[in-house]
């Protein structure tokens, strides 16, 4: 998994003031899913990096990396093992992020 995101992610719970309790909450998952982001262990689905992204007033691109060549790939496998769960407006929003302005 992407260290990079995991610094990407600590600094913007930072920027925040939130606790990972209380991000956790805001986007609907578990408290444990957010440590495991942050261990490196595992990557968000993309539908729960749209919450992210959303909660920490972030577009995906910047919680994501940005356009290097690695955040393609990890971008791409996300959206590979979870596009069949996205509603169509999460779909609608993953397709202006990839190839719109970049926001939600």
């Given amino acids: 998994m992407s260290e990079q ?7 913007a719970i930072s920027r925040s003031g939130m606790t990972q309790k209380e991000l956790a909450e805001k986007v609907g998952i578990t408290e444990a899913a ?6 490196g262990d595992r990557m968000p689905r993309s539908a729960v990096a749209v919450k992210l992204a959303d909660v920490l007033n972030m577009s995906v691109d910047e919680l994501m990396g ?15 093992r979870s596009a069949k ?16 302005d970049g926001k939600i």
């Fill in 85 to 100: 769960q996205l509603d169509n407006d999460q779909k609608a929003a993953l397709v202006r992020v990839l190839f719109g």
């Fill in 66 to 80: 940005g356009n290097t060549e690695t955040s393609f790939d990890e971008v791409y496998k996300i959206v590979a």
């Fill in 34 to 39: 957010v440590s495991h982001y942050l261990k």
């Fill in 5 to 11: 995101f995991n610094e990407r992610l600590q600094q």
